[in-house]
């Protein structure tokens, strides 16, 4: 796999409640979450009110951007354009350090393997102006 990406991916939908995490995304390659000042968990999706304890006082901080594979599956056929000319594309449910989880897309490199259990992390500044999502790598 080459992990070559075309230009003409589709843009996320940017709602006032996500609009804060797509921006960082974009403009620094990092990824934020919405933690709760009422009961200090981290939560993600985006949203307006904390789903733990109803809490509205939520704020952004950065996140490590490390985590762990809990479940992954790897689509070889049957993507739609442009992601088609990129299979197989890893799309694998990750842990994150912050104590959430969310499904992201992670690039398989020739000779790396995605597997449950594995460490990911945030493709880089570089890399992430390309990719309309937070989108994660294997760590090593
Ligand atoms: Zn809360």
Same mark, same amino acid.
């Given at each position: 796999?080459?992990?070559?990406?075309?230009?003409?991916?589709?843009? #996320? =939908?940017?709602?006032?409640?996500? #609009?804060?995490?797509?921006?960082?995304? =974009?403009?620094?390659?990092?990824?934020?979450?919405?933690?709760?000042?009422?009961?200090?968990?981290?939560? &993600?999706?985006?949203?307006?009110?904390?789903?733990?304890?109803?809490?509205? =006082? @939520?704020?952004?901080?950065? #996140?490590?951007?490390?985590?762990t594979v809990?479940?992954f599956?790897? %689509?070889?056929?049957?993507?739609?354009?442009? &992601?088609?000319?990129?299979?197989? %594309?890893?799309?694998a449910?990750?842990?994150?350090?912050?104590? %959430?989880?969310?499904?992201?897309?992670? @690039?398989? #490199?020739?000779?790396?393997?995605?597997?449950s259990?594995a460490?990911?992390? @945030?493709?880089?500044?570089?890399?992430?102006?390309?990719?309309? @999502?937070?989108?994660?790598? %294997?760590?090593?």
């Amino acid at each position: 796999m080459t992990n070559e990406v075309s230009a003409a991916y589709p843009e #996320a =939908r940017v709602t006032p409640d996500n #609009a804060p995490m797509l921006k960082r995304w =974009r403009e620094a390659g990092e990824l934020v979450l919405q933690h709760c000042e009422g009961c200090g968990k981290a939560v &993600f999706y985006p949203r307006p009110v904390c789903p733990h304890c109803w809490s509205d =006082r @939520l704020v952004w901080r950065p #996140a490590s951007g490390k985590g762990t594979v809990v479940s992954f599956s790897v %689509i070889h056929r049957g993507l739609p354009a442009p &992601f088609d000319a990129e299979a197989p %594309i890893g799309l694998a449910e990750i842990a994150l350090e912050e104590g %959430i989880s969310m499904i992201a897309r992670v @690039l398989v #490199a020739d000779g790396e393997e995605l597997e449950s259990g594995a460490g990911v992390a @945030l493709v880089g500044k570089a890399d992430a102006a390309r990719f309309p @999502l937070p989108t994660f790598r %294997i760590a090593r």
